[in-house]
């Protein structure tokens, strides 16, 4: 994992939590639909290695929402594909997961403005409804990365 990253997440993650990183796991993914299925999958599986099964349905839900805007962002600003347009990563401690999405462009996250109509711009309000929190930051080789702290359900 990015060590930048990992010192940004990761101790925020860590201070939320009052614990220490137990594991991370990170997959690059090319700017196509076909690659939000393929990061649910693989968050999936993370989190089932984990042992973390009550997270599934809430990450697979963040995970389809910023990998689609990572997606998007990423062909509105270039149209050849890439290996590593994006990439995924996921982080944990014993009580919390983050997702977190990078892509190359620096466009930050903006809720759509939703009528009762629309099909699309409904993803960030649900990634807020879902997470404990969640947020943006550009690191310093470029691009962006959003994420989102999930918390275990408590028994």
Known sequence: MNGVLLAFLGGQLARASGRVILAESRRDLEARPISVPVARRYAREV???????????????????LVTNGVEATLRHRAPFAARDLWIGLCRTDARVIVQV?????????????????IRGRGLPLVGSIAETWGCRWPQGGGKIVWALLRKSRP
């Open 102 to 118: 990078w892509d190359r462009t620096p466009e930050p996250p903006r809720p759509a403005d939703q009528g009762r109509e629309a």
């Open 47 to 65: 989190l089932a290695t984990w042992g973390l099964d009550d997270l599934v349905e809430d990450a697979l839900a963040v995970t389809s929402e």
